[in-house]
């Protein structure tokens, strides 16, 4: 939610894809002026929704929103289940479905540091329902086709990372603490090109390095693609 509001303008307008029981779509309902909830099936949705949350039925690929009306699309888990063509297709009416500005905020597993479905049982590559994971230099070449003009990266200081920083510089109850606390809410916006480099080191070797804690946290997708 504090992610979403740092991009969301005061009273926008927010779409999310695959919005499942709607948790995250209520709790930004307070902060937005519209909320759109895509998915592919009403039964799917809760009935006991917000006045200003309505539900837009897709058939996968659409985004059932007027051209140039959404200030922040956001997906998370969702991109590596659609068939390729499919997810190229979504990316295009993605980028017609935001404003001039409007930023889709995308979280979708690496394909450097998995397969993230069942398939990492018995295969290198995502062959159960991921249909297809991808890396920061694939996804930037997609979104650019699609008709983005800027693909970034946005990472979070929080969890564990952010408890043993405070901790090592004068514990959590310490100014230094309190503040690290309050930029744990917040994501810095990064080049991707330090990402997509470090994405090469690792297709050196990725069934090991990839497999690393390390890798797998500064690879795990955090984009942020601006219209």
Same mark, same amino acid.
Request: with cysteine.
């Given at each position: 939610?504090?992610?979403? !509001?740092?991009?969301?303008?005061?009273?926008?307008?927010?779409? =999310?894809?695959?919005?499942?029981?709607?948790?995250?779509?209520?709790?930004?309902?307070? @902060?937005?002026? !519209?909320?759109?909830?895509?998915?592919?099936? =009403?039964?799917?949705?809760?009935?006991?929704?917000? =006045?200003?949350?309505?539900?837009?039925?897709?058939?996968?690929?659409?985004?059932?929103?007027?051209?140039?009306?959404?200030?922040?699309?956001?997906?998370?888990?969702?991109?590596?289940?659609? @068939?390729?063509?499919?997810?190229?297709?979504? /990316?295009?009416?993605?980028?017609? #479905? /935001?404003?001039? +500005?409007?930023?889709?905020?995308?979280?979708?597993?690496? !394909?450097?540091?998995?397969? @993230?479905?069942?398939?990492?049982?018995?295969?290198?590559?995502?062959?159960?329902?991921?249909?297809? =994971?991808?890396?920061?230099?694939?996804? #930037? #070449?997609?979104?650019?086709?699609?008709?983005?003009?800027?693909?970034?990266?946005?990472?979070?200081? @929080?969890?564990?990372?952010?408890?043993?920083?405070? +901790?090592?510089?004068?514990?959590?109850?310490?100014?230094?603490?309190?503040?690290?606390?309050? /930029?744990?809410?917040?994501?810095?916006?990064?080049?991707?090109?330090?990402?997509?480099?470090?994405? !090469?080191?690792?297709?050196?070797?990725?069934?090991?390095?990839?497999?690393?804690?390390?890798?797998?946290?500064?690879?795990?997708?955090? #984009?942020?693609?601006?219209?």
């Amino acid at each position: 939610m504090e992610l979403i !509001r740092q991009f969301l303008p005061p009273g926008g307008s927010y779409v =999310e894809l695959g919005a499942g029981d709607c948790a995250t779509a209520r709790r930004v309902a307070a @902060h937005a002026a !519209r909320v759109t909830a895509v998915e592919v099936s =009403e039964e799917i949705v809760p009935a006991d929704l917000p =006045e200003s949350v309505h539900v837009a039925i897709s058939d996968g690929v659409s985004v059932p929103v007027p051209a140039a009306s959404a200030d922040i699309v956001y997906s998370n888990q969702l991109m590596e289940h659609l @068939h390729p063509d499919d997810a190229f297709e979504q /990316l295009r009416n993605v980028a017609a #479905a /935001l404003k001039p +500005g409007g930023r889709y905020l995308v979280i979708t597993p690496n !394909r450097l540091s998995g397969p @993230h479905d069942i398939s990492q049982a018995f295969d290198p590559v995502a062959r159960g329902f991921h249909l297809k =994971e991808y890396t920061y230099r694939e996804l #930037a #070449a997609l979104f650019s086709q699609a008709g983005f003009r800027r693909v970034r990266v946005f990472q979070r200081l @929080h969890g564990r990372t952010l408890t043993r920083l405070a +901790g090592a510089l004068g514990g959590p109850s310490s100014r230094v603490g309190r503040v690290l606390e309050r /930029l744990g809410g917040r994501a810095l916006v990064l080049p991707v090109a330090p990402f997509v480099a470090l994405e !090469r080191v690792v297709s050196l070797a990725p069934g090991r390095l990839g497999r690393i804690s390390a890798f797998q946290r500064a690879l795990g997708i955090s #984009a942020i693609a601006e219209r």
